[in-house]
């Protein structure tokens, strides 16, 4: 098995051909691959965590991912500016978010021809959900690609983006996916956003609840291994000591207490 090591994104990183104005769709999808390798692609399709509540359990955990998303939106863009030519970096390198950045080389570069709408168009029906990444990021990145649909004055109707999304949902999502593609009801995109939380949301609490109780299960596993051993070593210690045919007093000790 290959292992992919940041030593060797660094080298991807520096072998991508520097962008220079042309060839931008060839360039961006190379730099999205590299982006989302080193897992800081997600800070361009989710806005910013919001600011922590009164909450002092719940505070802690927002502040640090806020501090987390900031971080990884400097290294996001600063990837996407050394992928840049010199004048281009100077043009570009005082936008403040790598989200803005890449919003505005897609504006500029992406000119409204044929071949361009072409290539939106098969972004989006070609766009398939993996296992392995935040369906909320994927759904994100879907509706960044829709965005585009809007400033190239293409139309496409909301009941077949949103049949479509629910298709692209990965394989451990099945048989949520049929639930939604048997629901009475038809649904709006940001309906189908918000289903798509709460799920994840509840699956990432049933994996945390899971991995505690099996962290419990090993814990008391290894107390009763420990109880035998003791009781083991105490019976051997009265074997030594009395040899073969102790009396009876000496091997009267305590079995170690299972139900603790």
Known sequence: ????????????????E??????????QRKMHFLLVTVKVYYVIVNPRPP??????????????????????????RGHILNGMSNTLFD?????????????????????EDATSKRFIVSKFFDYKMVDGRSVMEQFNEIKSILDRYSQHKLALDEFIVVTSIIDKLPPSWKNFRNSLKHRKEDINLD??????????????????????????AKREESHIEGNWKSYARTVAAGWFQFGPDPP?????????????
Not at 18 to 27: E, H, N, Q, T, Y
Not at 248 to 260: C, G, H, M, N, Q
């Open 248 to 260: 009876v007093e000496s091997w009267l000790v305590t079995s170690p207490d299972l139900d603790r």
């Open 91 to 111: 043009a570009y390198h005082t936008v403040k978010t790598a989200k803005e950045l890449w919003n505005q080389l897609e504006r500029r570069y992406i000119t």
């Open 18 to 27: 520097r962008f220079d104005g042309r060839a931008f769709v060839r360039w």
């Open 191 to 216: 309906e189908l956003g918000t289903h798509l939380r709460i799920e994840e949301d509840l699956r990432k609490e049933e994996k945390s609840k899971s991995e505690g109780e099996d962290e419990e």
């Open 1 to 16: 098995m290959a292992f992919v090591t940041l030593k060797d994104i660094g080298s991807d990183f520096h072998r991508l």
């Open 51 to 76: 600011e922590p509540g009164e909450n002092e359990e719940e505070s802690v955990a927002k502040t640090r991912e806020g501090l987390r998303w900031d971080q990884d939106d400097e290294i996001c």
